[in-house]
């Protein structure tokens, strides 16, 4: 069966240039995507996403899968307003896409916790990229196709 399409079509993406080093391009990333989620622009950071894209949350037992963008948005929202502490990213660079991977430690409801984050984006045919330290809209663009949160239980 077809996947819903979203609302709003994806309109959103990250210009990668091949000269551009990958850990800089991992930071920027992950900074806007933490910027639009602190700030509550949910809306603006689904636009990132894929039509197909994937996201899911999980601490300890509970997990939850996403598939459409209102399942999406309604995760997003729970987090909204969390301080992320970022300690650390890596990125791997494949032919068709980018894994980011992203740990540091976050504040939900008053409680504090370690997370991993992982972004695995896909090269972009649609909308404008976000221009990352200028650089041009005419390089390789990206679009985040799974997103993947684990909060890590303090036991």
């Known amino acids: ?4 399409l979203p609302l709003i079509p994806p309109s959103r ?7 551009m080093p990958q850990d800089i391009f991992a930071q920027q990333v992950f ?5 639009l989620l602190q700030s509550g ?3 603006e950071l689904l636009l990132y ?3 197909t894209a994937q996201k899911s949350l999980s601490l300890k037992s509970a997990y939850s899968m996403c598939f459409t ?13 969390c301080a992320f502490v970022v300690h650390g990213i890596t990125v791997q660079r ?23 984050h992982t972004l695995i984006l896909v090269p972009s045919r649609t909308g404008p990229a976000t221009t990352l330290a200028g650089i041009p809209a005419d390089e ?16």
């Open 94 to 116: 494949g032919i068709t896409w980018v894994l980011l991977v992203c740990s540091g430690v976050c504040q939900v409801q008053g409680q504090q916790h370690g997370f991993c």
């Open 49 to 51: 996403y894929t039509l």
């Open 140 to 155: 390789p663009k990206y679009q985040i196709q799974n997103d993947a949160l684990v909060l890590l239980a303090n036991e």
């Open 13 to 19: 993406c990250f210009s990668f240039p091949t000269a």
């Open 1 to 4: 069966t077809p996947l819903p």
């Open 31 to 35: 900074n806007v995507y933490i910027s």
């Open 69 to 81: 963008p209102s399942e999406m948005k309604t995760q997003l929202q729970s987090l909204v307003g």
């Open 41 to 43: 622009q949910v809306d």
